[in-house]
């Protein structure tokens, strides 16, 4: 048999059968708003929230090796970047998503390099730190409420639209086109020339390094890219929130921890990881609320024994059992004759 | 002379600071493991003070010989059972891990104790001063702060140069590998790291509720002030450690002489500003 019998592949037939019936599941998801009520319509607003916010430290952390425990710096950025753009400068708030983003990657290609000065936890720790400068900086800004925050003005809320059903109605779709939009970002970086780039870095810095591969730059690319897109989720976070105040704008454990928490049970490293995870944080969310602390207590135990137990989470249990992927990275050899 | 007072409060508080970032940097050396629930640690030790205060009825100080090994056990155990299997090349594992403890730390303080701020009441030693002239008078609590961190550093140094098990951990530090072809049982010396980190925690934790009202989420900026401490310090430098709580402790009693919106947030700054100026600290003796 010679080589040109064989063809090198991404795509397996589960991936093809997984895009074609995502092509459904996303044409179900936009038409949520005539299907489901308006509590639910606000609930999968949140769900792609916390998707790409999972998607993104994913990227981060489990590709690049930057484990932040500060993405909640850029979470509060973009909230207030869209309260401060729509209250002071009179941008429409929906065009004031985009400024938040442009903001997010602007103080992070400052911001990074300091940071990167500090290695392994310590860099985690230090973008905590970041965090905090913000979250006390924005309750110095009387401008915008102090510390007590502030709430988007009525006239500014209806100016998006003029009925509220309408309203959550564009306010939904573009959390769905936000989520769905990060989540292909990710995956579209992890396929390209940066992705393989990545990959090398996180197997050997060294090799990777004498192949050429310039690490500091790739790694701030991506530390400024996810610092937009995650400021992006901000500013949508807090618009379907109407309100923002310093302490929920920084919070590290609505915008990091439970986020780790995601990705780390879903299977850290992995695309669909995050998706599982958000998925199984929600339903737990669901029915288990009521528990309140020992809900988080329960979470945080889950975590810490799937990563000791099983480091690359649900999904690389599910994954390396049925050898089954949904998002094609990785490229694998296929006989000519079985295609 | 109110700056002057300023400074000197500082200095002190930096002892706090000190102690907070000693348990932190002694761990770092030993094992490379940063541990993200050392400030929850700081105020578990804190909470459990405060019940065997409450239960037995005697003073915070007393309370710290029986809060002590206590902790120092928890430590023992902690490293042996769960942040020991985590070691190795990956970062991720052990951060993660201790990150997960810290939620489940905060959130099991908060499910016994609730939300409401704690003080352990010390008597009147939480008021005493000796007065210094010109309107300048020290604390006995702080000053009695700042040498409790000065007797723990000085402790630590020679119990490195010294003793067996500073040799061990000297011996770890430098390639923990070849240590243990040495016939040294690396679980057993990175437990002992965590047991005498844990005991500094432990009396960390007691002066903190003694000087200042705690709840169960007083924790991560006890982490991040000790970690300030150890960067602006230097890594690897108990010494500088001091130096670095110090700077931190007058950076922030300056600010707050200015406004106390900004105390907090001065530290930080300062904390950027070294890093951007002497990124290795002020004192350093190890990469990261």
Sequence with gaps: MSISAHAVERATRTSRLAGIASLFIVAALIAAPWWAGRANLRLLGEIYSFLALASLWNLLAGYTGLVSVGQQAFVGLGGYTLFAAAMVLGVPPLLAIVLAGIAGALVALPLAPLLFRLQGAYFAIGTWVAAEVFRLTFAQISMLGGGSGTSLPAGIVTGIAATRNLRDMIVYWHALGLGLGIVTAVYMILRSRTGLALTAIRDSETAAESLGIDIGRTKLAIYVLTAGLTAMTGALIFLQKLRISPDAAFSVNDWTAYVIFMVVIGGIGTIEGPLVGTLLFFLLRETLADLGTVYLMLLGAVAVSVMLKAPKGLWGLFSSATGITLFPIRRHVVPANTR | ?288
């Design chain 2, 1 to 288: 002379m109110d700056w002057l007072n300023a400074v000197l409060q500082g200095v002190l508080l930096g002892g706090l600071y000190a102690l907070f970032a000693a348990g932190l940097s002694l761990i770092f050396g030993v094992m490379r493991l940063v541990n993200v629930a050392h400030g929850d640690l700081v105020v578990l030790g804190a909470y459990l003070a405060l019940v065997v205060v409450q239960t037995l009825g005697i003073g915070p100080f007393p309370a710290a010989l029986i809060v002590v090994p206590l902790m120092a056990g928890f430590g023992y155990a902690l490293q042996r059972l769960l942040l020991n299997v985590t070691l190795g090349k990956d970062l991720l594992p052990p951060l993660l891990v201790t990150f997960g403890l810290s939620v489940i730390i905060q959130n099991g303080l908060l499910t016994l104790f609730s939300a409401d701020s704690q003080r352990l009441p010390a008597g009147p030693i939480e008021t005493a001063s000796i007065g210094l002239g010109n309107g300048i008078g020290v604390g006995v609590l702080p000053l009695l702060m700042f040498a409790a961190a000065v007797t723990v550093i000085a402790g630590l140094e020679l119990l490195f140069a010294r003793t067996s098990l500073g040799r061990a951990f000297r011996a770890t530090s430098d390639d923990a590998e070849i240590a243990q072809l040495m016939g040294l049982d690396n679980r057993h010396v990175f437990a002992m790291a965590m047991a005498l980190s844990a005991a500094i925690v432990a009396l960390a934790g007691i002066f903190l509720a003694v000087r200042a009202n705690f709840d169960p989420a007083s924790g991560p900026s006890r982490l991040i002030f000790g970690f300030e401490a150890v960067i602006i310090g230097g890594l690897g430098s108990l010494w500088g450690t001091l130096a670095g709580g110090i700077v931190l402790g007058i950076a922030q009693a300056l600010a707050a002489q200015i406004d106390p919106g900004f105390q907090i947030l001065a530290g930080h700054l300062v904390f950027f500003l070294i890093l951007t100026l002497r990124p290795r600290g002020l004192f350093p003796r190890m990469d990261g």
